[in-house]
């Protein structure tokens, strides 16, 4: 079983501000974390690994900034991790950032035996101390194992940064597979219909059941293989790296980098900026103001219940209530 986790660094939300002229987020003095829903994605995952045998890579579409994080991945338990970087994806809104994961995972899913390799990105400069051109092939490494057709897609619910939950859906559609949106569990079906429990080194005619969490109404659903679900944020606790993988995913293990020219059978007016269709047409922030406290002092709970419901009958803030 084969397991893909598309995941993307954000930056903090408490670190972001808006740029009023761009109508852009300012990212740059914001420190980046995983997306936190992702995070539920990658240990969801990961039971799933532990209780079946599944291998799990990790897919981010984002620039190389992003190195650290999936070896975080990696570190936690992941068996591979790719990163697509390339000036082509910038921009992008969900509609090419859900048709490049989704020829990732295509891409994913054709890799040969013998044939994949790890990466390292290019230096910054050329030996000619010219910058290295945006588009500049990695230097490839070592030999990597490759675990087959990709099976199932776990996204997290949505990005901190947009809030749209709209990019597992777009890769679902892309690929045309069936999809299972806003679960708080995933359990892999025999074709007899009953719970897999032990290791599966594959699963044809297997099929999920899933429980969807969705504005307070609660569902079961079964999807055949292969399928894109999403997770709601918070339905388990990530685990923490492990120190020997740590070790490994710094010092040993070969990220891989694909650029769009890695990507097969796409259509480049669907990438980055050019090919998202949504505009940022007006942004507006809110200002709270201060806080003004006051402190009511009585004789009685009654009294002091009655004097600050006058208060705020005065302000106009019980109209419709009382």
């Not at 990732?104 to 899913?109: F, K, L, M, P, Q």
């Not at 297997?206 to 055949?224: F, M, N, P, V």
Request: include cysteine; charge should be neutral; proline fraction near 9%.
């Amino acid at each position: 079983m084969h397991i893909v986790v598309c995941l993307k660094p954000v930056p903090n939300a408490q670190d972001i501000r808006i740029n009023p002229e761009t109508k852009t987020l300012d990212r740059k003095d914001a420190q980046n974390v995983i997306n936190p829903p992702d995070l539920n994605a990658l240990e969801l995952a990961l039971q799933l690994k532990d209780k079946h045998g599944a291998k799990v890579t990790v897919l981010s579409m984002c620039p190389p900034f992003g190195e650290p994080f999936l070896r975080e991945c990696v570190a936690m338990g992941a068996d591979d991790a790719i990163l697509l970087s390339d000036r082509a994806f910038a921009g992008s809104d969900t509609y090419p950032t859900s048709y490049t994961l989704a020829a990732g995972v295509r891409a994913i899913s054709a890799l040969k035996q013998g044939e994949y390799k790890g990466s390292v990105p290019p230096p910054p400069t050329q030996p000619d101390g010219k910058p290295t051109p945006p588009n500049a092939p990695w230097t490839a490494g070592k030999v990597k194992e490759v675990f087959g057709p990709v099976d199932l897609v776990i996204c997290g619910e949505e990005t901190t940064d947009s809030s749209t939950g709209q990019t597992g859906p777009g890769i679902a559609e892309w690929n045309r597979w069936p999809q299972v949106t806003y679960i708080k569990d995933c359990k892999l079906v025999k074709p007899d219909g009953t719970p897999e429990t032990g290791k599966v080194a594959a699963v044809p005619d297997y099929k999920i059941h899933c429980t969807q969490d969705l504005e307070g109404a609660r569902s079961i659903w079964e999807a055949e293989l292969p399928t894109v679900v999403t997770v709601n944020l918070g339905i388990n606790t990530p685990r923490a790296p492990q120190l020997t993988r740590k070790i490994m995913a710094t010092k040993q293990f070969e990220l891989t980098y694909w650029t769009s020219n890695d990507l097969k059978d796409i259509d480049r007016t669907k990438l980055g900026l050019k090919g998202s269709p949504t505009v940022v047409g007006k942004i507006l922030t809110i200002d709270v103001g201060g806080k003004d406290t006051q402190w009511i002092e009585a004789a009685s709970p009654e009294a002091a219940a009655k004097e600050l419901v006058d208060k705020l009958e005065a302000k106009g803030l019980l109209k419709g209530v009382l």
